[in-house]
């Protein structure tokens, strides 16, 4: 996979002496002349070289965001529509938020309920996917590239720059909203971030959840950071920041062979804890206590006051995320269930699973999993033939782990199948399921109404689910379960 891509960033440097060319030609285009371009591409269903609509002015209250014109080619879909809006009665607002701006502590992306006036809906206002491009450095590097090369990060923030979430950023908290709304603590997987999981975060906050989505700082993220106060006169304050601080960034941890589960185990202990930080965070948010908000971008934090139904709280995540919620719900008794997207196992202790009381959805690919991490599946799902109200493994057929993320969503077919992050089933289709399931199960256990045929995904009456698994156990791990001292190598680094 590493040769291919590395062919890649070979191909958009030849590119880039020729992208500026075309971008000076292509500022002679006028507004229309831009959208009968991307309207023409829409129609012929395939990517193509294109400019985005004019991008209104940005203010101090938007989020990172690029500026430079968007060179789409063949490898990359339309950066504005391959992220859907979400499915329920409202669109989707989203903020960050720094409580504390130490390692100590909470990072997360907030996602809410909105519903703006016909007139702030441009699409043009939709929040960027990439936070910034030290993120894209994070990636590169956790695939594996040296990323001291300029051209490499460079290459990885071209392709990913700009990519939006269908959210606007920091729009009002919908006023139509009777009730108080449950919330979801949602926690990603090894080498991601706050935002890698937005489609799924969108879909719940369109439905009338609140959703904040932790990035972890135990060094498990592809890159975050924290704020450090300016030690010198002649350091500048980072954009977006509050004043006299910069930020001081957290590069990835590499596990090595021989400490991957000791370091591993402790990760899943911060992270546990990371996720009742957020919590905490969202409970003063409801008390409508001042917070300092060390992102500075001017979110009305006192609009949450009252609106939280705390509750109704559940806990989420994917892969090295599923492992984090379900050490949460051991941890603190606020959480009453959990959705464990291809959750990878192996950071826990053996000794913790019969703590795991509560309910469970297990919502797996057909790709990712193995013996080892289906026994230990099994010490919480005793008969995944026989699924209850409260505990039930699914498997979305024609899936890889990737499915369950934004990237299956933001390459084209022809990459995604080459970089595997996706799988035989149209990534849309995947994710419409992988959220659909979550939903039906999230409302079951609140006692919310929601779609009946939601429910067929839960129950396998659809024809890309199965209840249970595709994986098949010999006698030994039926019998003992036992956890390997040593996984293979794509298991223990289990991507995103």
């Known amino acids: 996979m590493h040769v291919f891509v590395r062919q890649i960033y070979t191909r958009i440097t030849t590119f880039w002496s020729h992208t500026a060319k075309t971008q000076l030609q292509c ?14 591409a829409s129609a012929r269903n395939q990517t193509t ?32 529509t391959c992220m859907k809006p979400g499915k329920g009665p409202f669109h989707v607002a989203c903020s960050d938020i720094m409580c504390d701006h130490t390692i100590d502590g909470s990072f997360c992306r907030l996602f809410y309920p909105t519903n703006p006036p016909a007139q702030q809906l441009d699409k043009s206002l939709y929040t960027t996917w990439l936070p910034t491009k030290d993120y894209a450095r994070g990636y590169a590097k956790f695939i594996g590239f040296d990323v ?18 269908p959210a606007i950023w920091n729009a009002p908290l919908a006023t139509e909203m009777k009730d108080k709304m449950p919330l ?30 932790v990035e972890h700082r135990d060094r498990s993220a ?68 001042e917070i300092i908000n060390a992102m500075n971008n001017e979110l009305n934090t006192a609009m949450f006051k009252d ?34 997207f291809d959750a ?19 919502i797996n690919t057909e790709t990712f999993h193995w013996q080892g991490n289906i026994a230990r599946m099994h010490r919480m799902v005793e008969d995944f033939e026989k699924p209850t109200d409260d505990r039930r493994v699914i498997t979305i057929l024609g899936t890889c782990h990737q499915n369950q993320s934004d990237f299956s969503l933001l390459v084209s077919p ?74 293979t190598p794509e298991k223990s680094q289990a991507n995103l």
């Open 222 to 289: 592809c890159a975050t950071y924290v704020f450090k106060e300016v030690q010198h006169e002649e350091d500048e304050a980072s954009e977006g920041a509050r004043a006299g601080m910069v930020q001081d960034w957290i590069p990835h941890n590499f596990a090595k062979p021989n400490e991957d589960f000791e370091l591993r185990n402790n990760q899943v202990t911060q992270r546990a804890e990371e996720c009742t930080l957020a919590l905490n965070l969202m409970e003063k948010l409801n008390k409508g206590e």
């Open 49 to 80: 070289l294109c400019i985005p609509l004019a991008s209104p002015t940005l203010t101090t209250s938007d989020p990172p965001s690029r500026t430079q014109p968007f060179i789409m080619w063949p490898l990359t879909n339309n950066p504005t």
């Open 148 to 165: 001291s090369a300029p051209v490499a990060s460079m290459a990885l923030s071209f392709l990913l720059d700009d990519y939006k979430v």
């Open 414 to 487: 022809t990459l995604g199948k080459l970089l595997k992050t996706r799988g035989k089933l149209d990534p849309h289709i995947a994710m419409e399921i992988n959220n659909g399931a979550a939903v039906a199960f999230i409302c079951k256990q609140f006692g919310l109404p929601f779609e009946e045929q939601l429910e067929s995904y839960l129950n396998g009456e659809n024809k890309d689910v199965m209840v249970g698994t595709n994986v098949k156990l010999d006698a030994n791990y039926k019998k003992s379960g036992e956890r390997k001292q040593q996984e």
């Open 27 to 40: 500022s002679t285009f006028n507004f229309a002349s831009q959208r009968s371009l991307l309207q023409s």
């Open 344 to 362: 990878w196992l192996y950071p826990i202790e053996r000794s913790m699973y019969p703590s795991i009381t509560k309910p469970l959805l297990f």
């Open 307 to 340: 609106k939280f139904d705390m509750d109704k709280v559940a806990i989420a995540g994917h892969s090295f995320g599923g492992a984090t919620s379900l050490v949460s719900l051991v941890n603190d008794d606020r959480f009453k269930f959990g959705v464990i």
């Open 184 to 213: 979801i603590i949602f926690s990603h997987g090894l080498g991601a971030c706050r935002t890698a999981y937005s489609s799924t975060c969108t879909e719940l906050a369109s439905r009338g959840f609140m959703v904040a989505a």
